[in-house]
């Protein structure tokens, strides 16, 4: 049985290239595709099937990566959630982990690499490699 995937990411252009991807990984499944963290927690209610994964961009209108993490991890504990964002600064990363996140991957990393954050997370529970450019500006 595949891992079921949700994305969530308000730039459209760059949901859709995640899903494609997403998409080609042997063993993963897009089972939601949201622009936000309340149009997720939506579709997840309508079809009463929460995903085994969430790709979560942490910068969206309406609800944010942050409380929809929050969301995920108080409504779906079994979900897990990693954040996929353009933001390194430390302060986002230490405010994704209290908010419960499982992992943490700055875009613009190979497909190569999202495919092995998405498997490292499945099977230890969690990814967080090393951010060389983190900062706390």
């Not at 997840?44 to 942490?58: E, G, K, M, N, T």
């Amino acid at each position: 049985m595949p891992t079921t995937v949700a994305i969530v990411d308000d730039h459209h252009l760059f949901r859709e290239a995640l899903v494609a991807l997403v998409q080609k990984v042997d063993g993963y499944e897009v089972l939601y595709e949201a622009k936000n963290g309340r149009d997720l927690l939506v579709q997840i209610q309508y079809r009463s099937q929460a995903p085994d994964l969430a790709l979560v961009d942490l910068h969206m209108p309406e609800m944010d990566g942050f409380e929809t993490t929050i969301q995920l991890r108080h409504l779906y504990p079994v979900v897990r959630v990693l954040i996929v964002t353009i933001s390194d600064l430390k302060e986002d990363i230490v405010k994704a982990v209290r908010a419960g996140a499982h992992g943490y991957v700055v875009k613009g990393l190979s497909p190569n690499e999202i495919q092995q954050a998405m498997n490292e997370l499945m099977i230890t529970g969690y990814y967080f490699p090393s951010l060389p450019n983190a900062n706390g500006t």
